[in-house]
């Protein structure tokens, strides 16, 4: 066999491997994949500049609702680790006292 047919017998059969009729049924290539989910993109922008409103984000919470949880986690585990946390991360807050109290109880 000469050098020149393997390899152009080679080329083809990397290029069957490489076609898109390889796929399995219903799949598509990654760059149709691609393209489509920009079209979707795109028809999304434009129908929020039609009606004029921003896309629905929720609201932010409030902080002292977060930190608030954060101490009633940390009493109701009531470890050490737990009060030791909570201070670390909320150290000038309100609870901070009850959890050094909490802390203080647990070490006698």
Request: proline share 6%.
């Amino acid at each position: 066999m000469k050098l020149g047919s393997f390899s152009t017998g080679l080329i083809g059969v990397l290029a069957v491997l490489a076609g898109p009729d390889h796929l399995p049924f219903g799949e598509q290539s990654v760059m149709v994949g691609k393209a489509r989910a920009d079209d979707v993109a795109k028809e999304n922008v434009t129908e929020t500049a039609k009606t004029g409103r921003a896309p629905a984000m929720p609201m932010a919470r409030d902080p002292s609702v977060a930190v608030t949880e954060e101490y009633e986690a940390a009493r109701r585990t009531g470890t050490r680790e737990a009060f030791e946390l909570f201070i670390a991360r909320h150290g000038d807050d309100p609870l901070a006292e009850q959890a050094r109290a909490a802390l203080k109880r647990l070490s006698r």
